[in-house]
T-cell receptor, first 118, second 111 residues
Framework: GAVVSQHPSWVICKSGTSVKIECRSL??????MFWYRQFPKQSLMLMAT?????????EQGVEKDKFLINHASLTLSTLTVTSAHPEDSSFYIC??????????????FGQGTRLTVV | DAKTTQPTSMDCAEGRAANLPCNHS???????VYWYRQIHSQGPQYIIH???NNETNEMASLIITEDRKSSTLILPHATLRDTAVYYC????????????FGTGTQLKVEL
């Protein structure tokens, strides 16, 4: 299957600082990428849909000014957690679909980024 | 997208078939059934998907009932590495369609 790579795999940052997480589709072009957050023992919660060349669409309750999403190319989307606080500590996961025009395609996921804010 | 219902957890002996059920009684005609799994602390992994015909690939088989209101994911010879949370998701496919995850089924494969 196609490969989606996230970087970093884990990060520890101080409260009040910002952290950027990258999501790359390595062998296909992704017009749309998705960002999820997962707290311990819970399911994945969709945060936002990232569209190449346009503004991201955020799910209800997700602060767009806190979670900045940029999808500047067909293979890269970034999520920046601004002014991070301990409650932002979570597992962040991105996914992407092949935007080649084929329908009925599966989404591929990155390996996730473990963020710990201290 | 239609809602799905899965058992919270299941156990399976290694080497035996693992049959994971999913109910999606409100599925509409253009919605596909997707299965993903998530091994602890990793991103979800695509397993299989289908519309109305049964599907098989190198990982699993997907059996969809004729009325499409339920489906079963079959891992023919479960191994310890198949221990994971399995998610059944239904949605209309397309480049921008988002996957909405429920609680899934925690499958534990034991010796």
């Amino acid at each position: 299957g196609a490969v989606v790579s996230q970087h970093p795999s884990w990060v520890i940052c101080k409260s009040g600082t910002s952290v950027k997480i990258e999501c790359r589709s390595l062998d296909f072009q992704a017009t749309t990428m998705f960002w999820y957050r997962q707290f311990p023992k819970q399911s994945l919660m969709l945060m936002a849909t990232s569209n190449e060349g346009s503004k991201a669409t955020y799910e209800q309750g997700v602060e767009k000014d806190k979670f900045l999403i940029n999808h500047a190319s067909l293979t890269l989307s970034t999520l920046t957690v601004t002014s991070a606080h301990p409650e932002d500590s979570s597992f962040y996961i991105c996914s992407a679909r092949d935007g080649s025009g084929r329908k009925n395609t599966e989404a591929f996921f990155g390996q996730g980024t473990r963020l710990t804010v201290v | 997208d239609a809602k799905t219902t899965q058992p919270t957890s299941m156990d399976c002996a290694e080497g035996r078939a693992a049959n994971l059920p999913c109910n999606h009684s409100t599925i509409s005609g253009n919605e596909y059934v997707y299965w993903y799994r998530q091994i602890h602390s990793q991103g979800p992994q695509y397993i299989i998907h289908g519309l109305k015909n049964n599907e098989t690939n190198e990982m699993a088989s997907l059996i969809i009932t004729e009325d499409r209101k339920s489906s079963t994911l079959i891992l023919p010879h479960a191994t310890l590495r198949d221990t994971a949370v399995y998610y059944c998701i239904v949605l209309v496919t397309g480049g921008g369609n988002k996957l909405t995850f429920g609680t899934g089924t925690q499958l534990k494969v034991e010796l």
